[in-house]
C-alpha cells in the first residue's frame, strides 16, 4: 500500500500535487498561494495547501460553504484573497472559474486554477495525467477557428442547433498558467467562445453530462430547445424526475437560459466521469452552457453557468466540417 503524508494524502497524490503547481501553475517559493476551498472538496484543497507549502511558497487555506450552483459569487473576503496572492486555487464543489472573483483577481495578476468538482481519484487518472504540451497546442489550433469563425453549426442524431459567432474571439483553456493574469481550469484541454446571445436557434442533444445533474445514461439524453439565443424547454428525465425540475435555475431569469458557451474538448486523456470538470476537455466532444459569459468576450452576467456534454458531435464551422461524429476531419 502507499505510505501516507501529512493531511492522510499518499506520497503519490502530494508528488502530484507538488508537479501541478510548479508544471501547470508555474508556483516559485517567493511566490504566494491562496488555496480555496469547501467542504465538499476540502481534502483535496488541503492536499494542493500541503503541496505549497512544500514548495516554500507563502500559502494560505481558505475554507467556505458550498455554493448553490456553479457560476455563484464566493464571499468577499475570498475575493479579496484570490486577488492578493500571486497563484489561486480553487478547489471547490461549484465553479468558480466565471465568477467576478476570478476575473477580478486574474485583473490584478493572479494566475487563477479553478478546480470546480474535483476529487482525488480524477488527480490520479484521466486529464491531469495529460502531455499538457500536446493539449496546449491542439487548443492554440482549435482556438484560432473559432476566432476566424462567423458561425457554428452541431449536428446530432437529427437535431440542429446554429450558433452565431461573429465578433466573438476564442479564448484557449490549455491548463497552463505562466503568466500574470492567466486563468482557467485544470485539469483542462478545451477551446470555447461565448456565442452572440440573441441569435441561437434550433435543438440539440446532451447525452454525456450535465451541470446539475451528472452522467446521462444512453437511454435518457436531454434535448434543449432554444429560440433567439434562450432557452424555450428542456426535454427528458430519469429515474430521480425531469431534467427541466432539476434545472430550474436555468428558467429563473431570462439571463440564466441564455446560451453562453461553445467549446471544444482538446484533452485525448480525458474520461467521461459525470463530473464537467473532466468531461468537457474530452477529445472531439463539444459543450454548450447556459448563463454567464461575461467573463470571456460575452455579454451576460446570470446567477449560473450551466454546461452540457455532447458526444460524438458533428459540429462545421463556417460550413466547414471540423468534427464529424466525434472525430476531427479538418
Given at each position: 500500500m502507499p505510505r501516507t503524508g501529512a493531511l492522510g494524502a499518499s506520497d503519490e497524490l502530494r508528488e502530484r500535487a507538488r508537479a501541478i503547481l510548479t508544471r501547470n501553475a508555474s508556483l516559485t517559493a517567493k511566490e504566494s498561494l491562496t488555496v480555496v476551498t469547501d467542504d465538499a472538496t476540502r481534502e483535496v484543497g488541503e492536499l494542493f495547501y500541503a503541496a505549497g507549502c512544500e514548495l516554500g511558497a507563502t500559502t494560505a487555506l481558505l475554507v467556505m460553504p458550498e455554493g448553490r450552483v456553479a457560476g455563484e459569487e464566493p464571499p468577499s473576503a475570498v475575493a479579496a484573497a484570490m486577488a492578493s496572492a500571486d497563484v489561486a486555487l480553487c478547489a471547490t464543489a461549484k465553479s468558480l472559474t466565471h465568477t467576478r472573483a476570478r476575473i477580478n483577481a486574474a485583473a490584478e495578476g493572479t494566475r487563477v486554477v479553478t478546480m470546480p468538482g474535483i476529487t482525488l481519484s480524477m488527480l490520479q487518472a484521466g486529464a491531469c495525467c495529460a502531455d499538457y504540451e500536446r493539449v496546449e497546442a491542439l487548443t492554440a489550433a482549435m482556438?484560432?477557428?473559432?476566432?476566424?469563425?462567423?458561425?457554428?453549426?452541431?449536428?446530432?442524431?437529427?437535431?440542429?442547433?446554429?450558433?452565431?459567432?461573429?465578433?466573438?474571439?476564442?479564448?484557449p483553456s490549455p491548463g497552463v498558467f505562466r503568466t500574470p493574469g492567466a486563468s482557467g481550469n485544470f485539469p483542462s484541454g478545451e477551446a470555447y467562445i461565448a456565442p452572440v446571445e440573441d441569435a441561437g436557434s434550433g435543438t440539440m442533444v446532451i447525452d454525456g453530462s450535465m451541470v446539475g445533474i451528472g452522467r446521462l445514461s444512453e437511454a435518457a439524453p436531454m434535448i434543449v430547445h432554444l429560440e433567439n439565443g434562450r432557452l424555450t424547454a428542456i426535454e427528458g428525465g430519469d429515474e430521480t424526475g425531469p431534467y427541466a425540475e432539476r434545472l430550474a435555475v436555468l428558467f429563473e431569469r431570462p439571463e440564466n437560459g441564455t446560451i453562453a458557451e461553445l467549446g471544444i474538448g482538446t484533452n485525448e486523456c480525458a474520461l467521461l466521469t459525470g463530473n464537467i470538470l473532466e468531461d468537457e476537455k474530452i477529445y472531439g466532444t463539444v459543450h454548450i452552457a447556459f448563463g454567464t459569459n461575461a467573463s470571456f468576450g460575452g455579454a451576460t452576467t446570470a446567477d449560473c453557468h450551466l454546461d452540457g456534454i455532447i458526444v460524438n458531435p458533428t459540429l462545421y464551422l463556417d460550413d466547414e466540417l471540423v468534427i464529424d461524429r466525434g472525430t476531427f476531419v479538418a
Open positions: 482556438t484560432a477557428r473559432l476566432d476566424a469563425a462567423r458561425t457554428a453549426r452541431i449536428e446530432k442524431d437529427g437535431h440542429t442547433l446554429a450558433l452565431n459567432l461573429d465578433g466573438r474571439p476564442g479564448v
